[in-house]
Protein backbone atom coordinates (compact mmCIF):
# COMPACT_ATOMS: atom_id res chain seq x y z
CA UNK A 1 0.00 0.00 0.00
CA UNK A 2 1.69 3.50 -0.44
CA UNK A 3 1.77 6.16 2.41
CA UNK A 4 -0.97 8.87 1.75
CA UNK A 5 -0.58 12.18 0.73
CA UNK A 6 -1.55 14.30 3.70
CA UNK A 7 -0.91 18.07 3.94
CA UNK A 8 1.48 18.65 7.02
CA UNK A 9 0.16 20.37 10.36
CA UNK A 10 0.92 22.72 13.17
CA UNK A 11 2.00 19.32 15.20
CA UNK A 12 3.05 16.93 12.61
CA UNK A 13 6.09 20.23 11.34
CA UNK A 14 7.00 20.89 15.47
CA UNK A 15 7.48 17.08 15.68
CA UNK A 16 10.08 16.64 13.21
CA UNK A 17 10.01 14.87 9.39
CA UNK A 18 7.47 12.68 9.13
CA UNK A 19 8.69 8.88 8.81
CA UNK A 20 8.11 5.92 6.85
CA UNK A 21 5.32 3.91 8.42
CA UNK A 22 7.51 0.93 8.16
CA UNK A 23 10.23 -0.08 5.97
CA UNK A 24 11.85 -3.50 4.50
CA UNK A 25 10.30 -6.56 4.85
CA UNK A 26 8.29 -5.74 8.08
CA UNK A 27 6.21 -3.44 6.05
CA UNK A 28 5.91 -5.75 3.48
CA UNK A 29 4.32 -8.21 5.94
CA UNK A 30 2.46 -5.51 7.91
CA UNK A 31 0.95 -4.53 4.23
CA UNK A 32 -0.17 -8.62 3.52
CA UNK A 33 -1.63 -8.57 7.00
CA UNK A 34 -3.70 -5.14 6.54
CA UNK A 35 -5.03 -6.05 3.19
CA UNK A 36 -5.84 -9.44 4.23
CA UNK A 37 -7.84 -7.93 6.99
CA UNK A 38 -9.19 -5.75 4.38
CA UNK A 39 -10.20 -8.38 2.30
CA UNK A 40 -11.89 -10.54 4.84
CA UNK A 41 -13.54 -8.21 7.15
CA UNK A 42 -15.21 -5.80 4.50
CA UNK A 43 -16.48 -7.80 1.89
CA UNK A 44 -20.47 -7.05 1.39
CA UNK A 45 -19.62 -3.58 3.22
CA UNK A 46 -19.93 -0.32 1.79
CA UNK A 47 -17.23 1.96 3.04
CA UNK A 48 -19.18 4.14 5.20
CA UNK A 49 -20.20 1.01 7.57
CA UNK A 50 -16.50 0.51 8.24
CA UNK A 51 -16.51 4.73 8.61
CA UNK A 52 -19.17 4.67 11.00
CA UNK A 53 -18.03 1.56 12.62
CA UNK A 54 -14.38 3.78 13.49
CA UNK A 55 -16.20 6.30 14.78
CA UNK A 56 -18.68 4.60 16.87
CA UNK A 57 -15.41 2.65 18.15
CA UNK A 58 -13.69 6.12 19.23
CA UNK A 59 -16.90 7.46 20.55
CA UNK A 60 -16.90 4.37 22.80
CA UNK A 61 -13.48 5.46 24.55
CA UNK A 62 -14.14 9.12 24.53
CA UNK A 63 -17.59 8.94 25.53
CA UNK A 64 -18.78 5.73 27.39
CA UNK A 65 -15.32 4.53 29.10
CA UNK A 66 -16.00 3.67 32.17
CA UNK A 67 -19.92 2.85 31.63
CA UNK A 68 -20.36 0.21 29.37
CA UNK A 69 -17.91 -3.37 29.07
CA UNK A 70 -16.06 -1.57 26.32
CA UNK A 71 -14.38 -4.94 24.97
CA UNK A 72 -18.17 -6.60 24.11
CA UNK A 73 -19.02 -3.44 22.59
CA UNK A 74 -16.11 -3.46 20.20
CA UNK A 75 -17.08 -5.69 18.44
CA UNK A 76 -20.91 -6.13 18.78
CA UNK A 77 -21.37 -5.52 14.82
CA UNK A 78 -20.02 -6.04 11.85
CA UNK A 79 -19.17 -2.08 11.14
CA UNK A 80 -16.99 -2.04 14.50
CA UNK A 81 -15.43 -5.12 14.21
CA UNK A 82 -14.26 -4.24 10.44
CA UNK A 83 -12.80 -0.88 12.10
CA UNK A 84 -11.34 -3.01 14.98
CA UNK A 85 -9.13 -5.04 12.47
CA UNK A 86 -8.38 -2.83 9.77
CA UNK A 87 -7.91 0.29 11.51
CA UNK A 88 -7.37 0.56 14.93
CA UNK A 89 -5.77 -3.08 15.24
CA UNK A 90 -3.05 -1.47 12.23
CA UNK A 91 -2.29 1.62 13.92
CA UNK A 92 -1.82 -0.42 17.43
CA UNK A 93 1.27 -2.80 15.89
CA UNK A 94 2.52 0.98 14.21
CA UNK A 95 2.32 2.90 17.10
CA UNK A 96 3.50 0.04 19.35
CA UNK A 97 6.38 -0.42 16.83
CA UNK A 98 7.61 2.95 16.71
CA UNK A 99 7.19 3.23 20.90
CA UNK A 100 9.28 0.29 21.19
CA UNK A 101 11.86 1.54 19.15
CA UNK A 102 12.82 3.21 22.68
CA UNK A 103 13.69 0.27 24.14
CA UNK A 104 17.36 -1.07 23.49
CA UNK A 105 16.64 -5.16 23.53
CA UNK A 106 19.73 -5.47 24.77
CA UNK A 107 19.11 -3.85 27.85
CA UNK A 108 16.00 -6.24 28.18
CA UNK A 109 17.42 -8.67 27.96
CA UNK A 110 16.80 -11.84 25.67
CA UNK A 111 13.09 -13.43 26.18
CA UNK A 112 11.92 -17.06 25.86
CA UNK A 113 8.21 -16.32 25.78
CA UNK A 114 5.98 -13.70 25.16
CA UNK A 115 2.94 -13.47 26.79
CA UNK A 116 0.60 -11.17 25.27
CA UNK A 117 -1.82 -10.16 27.94
CA UNK A 118 -5.13 -9.04 27.16
CA UNK A 119 -4.07 -9.66 23.31
CA UNK A 120 -7.35 -8.60 21.70
CA UNK A 121 -6.27 -8.71 17.69
CA UNK A 122 -2.94 -9.62 18.74
CA UNK A 123 -1.11 -6.18 17.48
CA UNK A 124 0.87 -5.00 20.00
CA UNK A 125 2.00 -8.53 20.89
CA UNK A 126 3.32 -9.26 17.42
CA UNK A 127 4.99 -5.27 17.39
CA UNK A 128 6.73 -6.41 20.33
CA UNK A 129 7.75 -10.15 18.88
CA UNK A 130 9.49 -8.42 15.95
CA UNK A 131 10.86 -5.54 18.23
CA UNK A 132 12.78 -8.10 20.68
CA UNK A 133 13.49 -11.27 18.16
CA UNK A 134 10.57 -13.30 20.39
CA UNK A 135 9.52 -16.14 18.06
CA UNK A 136 7.33 -17.93 20.41
CA UNK A 137 4.13 -16.11 22.06
CA UNK A 138 1.13 -17.41 24.02
CA UNK A 139 -2.26 -15.13 23.76
CA UNK A 140 -4.35 -14.38 26.88
CA UNK A 141 -8.10 -12.75 26.20
CA UNK A 142 -11.62 -13.11 26.85
CA UNK A 143 -12.78 -12.61 23.78
CA UNK A 144 -12.93 -15.83 21.03
CA UNK A 145 -13.53 -13.31 18.00
CA UNK A 146 -10.18 -11.81 19.45
CA UNK A 147 -7.71 -14.64 19.79
CA UNK A 148 -9.06 -15.93 16.41
CA UNK A 149 -7.64 -12.95 14.95
CA UNK A 150 -4.77 -12.65 17.16
CA UNK A 151 -3.84 -16.20 15.66
CA UNK A 152 -3.78 -14.50 11.97
CA UNK A 153 -1.90 -11.85 13.58
CA UNK A 154 0.95 -13.72 14.46
CA UNK A 155 1.08 -15.95 11.65
CA UNK A 156 0.74 -12.53 9.20
CA UNK A 157 4.36 -11.81 11.01
CA UNK A 158 6.02 -15.40 11.21
CA UNK A 159 5.41 -16.13 14.48
CA UNK A 160 4.30 -18.65 16.85
CA UNK A 161 1.12 -18.21 18.79
CA UNK A 162 -0.86 -20.59 21.33
CA UNK A 163 -3.93 -18.53 22.67
CA UNK A 164 -5.61 -18.96 25.53
CA UNK A 165 -9.39 -17.92 26.36
CA UNK A 166 -9.09 -16.06 29.59
CA UNK A 167 -10.10 -12.77 32.03
CA UNK A 168 -7.75 -10.85 33.72
CA UNK A 169 -6.18 -11.36 36.03
CA UNK A 170 -7.52 -14.95 36.53
CA UNK A 171 -6.19 -15.89 33.55
CA UNK A 172 -2.72 -14.91 34.02
CA UNK A 173 -0.07 -17.52 33.71
CA UNK A 174 2.55 -18.75 36.58
CA UNK A 175 5.90 -16.24 35.60
CA UNK A 176 8.55 -17.66 34.84
CA UNK A 177 12.42 -16.03 34.29
CA UNK A 178 12.33 -15.49 30.56
CA UNK A 179 9.13 -14.38 30.36
CA UNK A 180 8.19 -10.81 28.49
CA UNK A 181 4.97 -9.96 29.26
CA UNK A 182 3.03 -6.91 27.14
CA UNK A 183 -0.34 -5.34 27.64
CA UNK A 184 -0.94 -2.98 25.01
CA UNK A 185 -3.68 -0.98 25.57
CA UNK A 186 -5.86 -3.59 27.78
CA UNK A 187 -5.10 -2.35 31.46
CA UNK A 188 -7.40 0.87 30.87
CA UNK A 189 -10.20 -1.46 29.71
CA UNK A 190 -10.21 -2.98 33.60
CA UNK A 191 -11.96 -2.29 36.31
CA UNK A 192 -9.98 -0.68 39.37
CA UNK A 193 -10.18 -3.41 41.56
CA UNK A 194 -8.87 -5.89 38.72
CA UNK A 195 -6.18 -3.68 37.91
CA UNK A 196 -4.70 -3.39 41.53
CA UNK A 197 -4.58 -7.29 41.32
CA UNK A 198 -3.00 -6.65 38.05
CA UNK A 199 -0.08 -4.72 39.09
CA UNK A 200 0.56 -6.92 42.13
CA UNK A 201 0.78 -9.62 40.08
CA UNK A 202 3.23 -7.34 37.57
CA UNK A 203 5.27 -6.44 40.61
CA UNK A 204 6.20 -10.95 41.41
CA UNK A 205 6.13 -11.61 38.22
CA UNK A 206 9.33 -9.48 37.87
CA UNK A 207 10.68 -10.56 40.92
CA UNK A 208 10.88 -13.71 39.39
CA UNK A 209 12.95 -12.82 36.32
CA UNK A 210 9.94 -11.80 33.92
CA UNK A 211 10.18 -8.36 32.49
CA UNK A 212 6.97 -6.29 31.39
CA UNK A 213 6.16 -4.02 28.55
CA UNK A 214 2.98 -1.72 28.62
CA UNK A 215 1.53 0.58 26.43
CA UNK A 216 -1.46 3.10 26.69
CA UNK A 217 -2.47 5.95 25.70
CA UNK A 218 -1.35 9.37 26.23
CA UNK A 219 -4.34 10.69 26.95
CA UNK A 220 -4.26 11.32 31.00
CA UNK A 221 -7.73 11.11 31.05
CA UNK A 222 -7.74 7.92 29.93
CA UNK A 223 -5.27 6.33 32.45
CA UNK A 224 -5.47 7.82 35.34
CA UNK A 225 -3.81 5.60 37.52
CA UNK A 226 -0.27 5.84 35.09
CA UNK A 227 1.13 7.62 38.09
CA UNK A 228 0.85 5.15 40.48
CA UNK A 229 1.95 2.66 38.52
CA UNK A 230 5.05 4.03 37.62
CA UNK A 231 5.93 5.10 41.18
CA UNK A 232 5.63 1.39 42.08
CA UNK A 233 6.98 -0.31 38.86
CA UNK A 234 10.20 2.62 38.59
CA UNK A 235 12.01 1.68 41.34
CA UNK A 236 12.63 -1.86 40.09
CA UNK A 237 14.04 -1.14 36.74
CA UNK A 238 10.64 -0.06 34.85
CA UNK A 239 11.73 2.81 32.34
CA UNK A 240 9.20 5.31 31.41
CA UNK A 241 8.74 6.94 27.72
CA UNK A 242 6.00 8.97 25.82
CA UNK A 243 6.09 8.73 22.03
CA UNK A 244 4.97 11.29 19.16
CA UNK A 245 6.02 10.01 15.74
CA UNK A 246 4.82 11.62 12.64
CA UNK A 247 4.25 9.38 10.03
CA UNK A 248 2.91 8.87 6.87
CA UNK A 249 0.09 6.62 7.16
CA UNK A 250 -0.82 3.72 4.74
CA UNK A 251 -3.54 4.70 2.10
CA UNK A 252 -6.02 2.80 3.73
CA UNK A 253 -6.04 3.96 7.12
CA UNK A 254 -5.21 7.21 5.80
CA UNK A 255 -8.20 6.94 3.87
CA UNK A 256 -10.59 5.71 7.08
CA UNK A 257 -9.07 9.11 9.01
CA UNK A 258 -10.35 11.45 6.45
CA UNK A 259 -13.73 10.14 6.35
CA UNK A 260 -13.75 9.76 10.17
CA UNK A 261 -12.79 12.88 10.90
CA UNK A 262 -10.16 11.33 12.82
CA UNK A 263 -6.34 12.34 12.73
CA UNK A 264 -3.14 9.59 13.33
CA UNK A 265 -0.59 11.46 11.42
CA UNK A 266 1.41 11.44 15.07
CA UNK A 267 1.16 8.14 16.36
CA UNK A 268 1.38 8.63 20.06
CA UNK A 269 1.70 6.07 23.19
CA UNK A 270 3.01 6.15 26.92
CA UNK A 271 5.48 2.83 27.94
CA UNK A 272 6.30 1.39 30.69
CA UNK A 273 9.16 -1.22 30.12
CA UNK A 274 11.93 -3.11 31.95
CA UNK A 275 13.35 -4.26 34.31
CA UNK A 276 16.59 -2.91 32.09
CA UNK A 277 19.96 -3.59 32.33
CA UNK A 278 22.77 -1.36 32.50
CA UNK A 279 23.62 0.39 29.26
CA UNK A 280 26.45 -1.45 27.27
CA UNK A 281 29.25 0.37 27.37
CA UNK A 282 29.78 1.64 23.31
CA UNK A 283 33.25 2.44 23.96
CA UNK A 284 34.00 -1.14 24.22
CA UNK A 285 34.60 -2.98 20.90
CA UNK A 286 31.56 -5.60 20.22
CA UNK A 287 32.25 -8.89 18.97
CA UNK A 288 30.21 -9.47 15.12
CA UNK A 289 27.11 -10.96 15.61
CA UNK A 290 26.04 -13.98 14.36
CA UNK A 291 23.67 -14.10 11.45
CA UNK A 292 21.35 -16.58 13.89
CA UNK A 293 21.70 -14.18 16.61
CA UNK A 294 20.57 -11.12 14.37
CA UNK A 295 17.81 -13.17 13.21
CA UNK A 296 18.68 -12.31 9.51
CA UNK A 297 18.13 -16.36 8.24
CA UNK A 298 14.86 -16.35 9.99
CA UNK A 299 14.30 -12.76 8.45
CA UNK A 300 11.67 -12.59 11.48
CA UNK A 301 13.82 -9.22 13.37
CA UNK A 302 12.92 -5.68 12.53
CA UNK A 303 14.87 -3.87 9.97
Given at each position: ?????T???????K?????????GG????F???????V?????GL????????A?????L??E????????????????????????Y??L???????????????R???A??????????????????R??????????D?SG??????????A?????A???R??L??????A???D????????????A???????ER?VR?????????L??????????W?P????VL???????????????????????D?A????????G????A????????R???????????S????G????
Amino acid sequence: MSAARTKPHRRVRKLGPTQPYLTGGLRDAFDAWLAGAVDRHTAGLAFREVRKGAQALSWLYVERRGEVDLAAHTIDGRGKRAALCTYYAPLHFLTAHHALAAVDPARLGAARRLVDLGAGTGAAGAAAARAFGVADATAIDRSGFALAEARRTYAAFGLLARTVRGRLPAALPRAEAGDLWVLGWSANEMTARDRDELLERLVRAIGFGARVVLLEPLAGAAVPWWPAWRDVLTPLGVIEHECKVPVALPEWIARLDKASGLDHRVLGARLLAGPLGPAPDRSAPSAPRSPLASGSLRGKRRS
